[in-house]
């Protein structure tokens, strides 16, 4: 099993839409946890990091769920700016492990 | 500018030559982070340094990839004898260190290496 799961997409979606994303791992000691954007031929940048009671960060909210060790990304109000590859992070455990990427999900925000 | 800085953008090296790329990370951070990417793949861990002490290489290293920190600052990545298969995109990051806060990638825009 690969140690982080996320479907490729790509999602194409109308502008104003929801979009989910979900993504799994297999560690089940994995601490830290963090979705990325990466747009076309540029470097990850950090979106949101992820908690146990679930964050928001304006339309971007991010659910963590142990017992069944997935996590997700929640968009609302879709912007054409939206469009990227969003890639779930997770650590192996402990502070000293680095972080493992996803393979990312492609999202297309259509006008 | 403050963020990560990686040297040279693009590197087109013919197969058995050796390459070398330079990273210099955020100043404060402590961690310094190699990382490869694909096509169509997420960032593939090589190795990371704290300060200037290699802790944890990939199994997907070769002997062919050595990478060192030596002062703590920036850090260099060379691959010798270049594959084609080594052609990919390779990217440095920085963070502080361990913990949910520290633990953020910072990366540089990347070094795209193709290997004739």
């Known amino acids: 099993r690969k140690e982080v799961e996320q479907d490729p997409g790509p999602f194409n979606v109308p502008e104003g839409a929801t979009v989910a994303f979900n993504c799994t791992y297999s560690n089940s000691a994995s601490q830290s946890f963090f979705w990325y954007r990466q747009d076309c031929r540029k470097e990850p940048k950090l979106l949101m990091s992820v908690y146990s009671s679930g964050n928001e960060d304006g339309r971007f909210t991010a659910q963590l769920n142990r017992a069944s060790q997935y996590i997700s990304l929640l968009i609302r109000d879709s912007k054409l700016s939206d469009s990227a590859t969003y890639l779930c992070v997770v650590n192996r455990g402990s502070g000293n492990t680095p972080l493992v990427f996803g393979k990312g999900t492609r999202l297309s925000v259509i006008a | 500018d403050t963020g990560v800085s990686q040297n040279p953008r693009h590197k087109i090296t013919k197969r058995g030559q050796n390459v070398t790329f330079r990273c210099d990370p955020i100043s404060e951070h402590n961690r310094l982070y190699w990382y490869r990417q694909t096509l169509g793949q997420g960032p593939e861990f090589l190795t990371y340094f704290q300060n200037e002490a290699q802790l944890e290489k990939s199994r997907l290293l070769s002997d062919r990839f050595s990478a060192e920190r030596p002062k703590g600052s920036f850090s260099t990545l060379e691959i010798q004898r270049t594959e084609q298969g080594d052609s990919a995109m390779y990217l440095c990051?920085?963070?502080f260190g361990p913990g949910q806060s520290n633990e953020k990638l910072f990366f540089g825009s990347g070094t795209q290496l193709s290997v004739l």
């Open positions: 990051a920085s963070s």
